[in-house]
């Protein structure tokens, strides 16, 4: 699974809540990505798709780079964390961090998945989830929390089991975004007789 999830929506939107956090107008947006004012709006309402190059340096703009100590504070918290957890760019699905118990479900070191997209070890369920954000309101600058179906990759190296998990979409203090990723607890099995 190597296609991008990468939507127009997605990076329009994106862009948008970056700019509103960094209070970067569009105009300056514009300048930075090599492109006009117009564009820039009509990417971020959604009514003109960038082109690959375009898409390519949108993308290169908006991955999520933790950089402050609340940031900091926010990987450590996820590499400490008992629960199985780990923390990707909200947009290009790279590894930023990973609980312990993340990482034991792995074949591969947690250390070799850092900073390299998931996205090709995504389910045809997680693929389904994350082609509906745009209309879940997913992009909207404050950030969302949902439940997904996971449904079964055929990985080993890092296989994805059926059930559910919670995403949570974190804004980094630079206005780029992060993604939660927590494995529901599935309800104790039904003890015959009780």
């Known amino acids: 699974m ?33 492109v006009s004012q117009a564009t820039v709006s ?15 340096r949108l993308t290169d703009l908006l991955i999520a780079r933790p950089a402050s100590d609340a940031d900091h ?12 957890a780990h923390l990707i760019c909200d947009l290009s699905h790279r590894l930023l961090a990973a609980s312990p118990a993340r990482s034991r479900e792995w074949s591969l070191p947690k250390e070799d998945l850092l900073g390299m997209s998931l996205w090709r070890y995504a389910s045809q369920a997680i693929v389904a989830a994350e082609a509906g954000l745009g209309d879940m309101g997913w992009y909207e600058p404050l950030g969302a929390a949902l439940t997904v179906e996971t449904g079964a ?11 559910r998990m919670n995403w949570t979409r974190l ?7 992060a993604r939660l990723v927590r494995t529901q607890a599935l309800p104790p099995p039904a003890r015959n007789g009780l």
């Open 73 to 84: 504070a926010l990987l450590d918290l996820v590499e400490t964390s008992t629960e199985p």
């Open 171 to 177: 804004r980094l203090s630079d206005g780029r975004f």
């Open 2 to 34: 190597d296609a991008s999830p990468l939507t127009p929506l997605a990076l329009g939107r994106s862009l948008r809540a970056w700019r509103t956090a960094r209070r970067v107008k569009q105009a300056h947006a514009a300048e930075i990505l090599g």
């Open 153 to 163: 990759n055929d990985s080993n190296e890092v296989p994805i089991r059926p059930g």
């Open 42 to 56: 009509r990417w971020e309402s959604g009514g003109l798709a960038p082109s690959p190059r375009e898409a390519a």
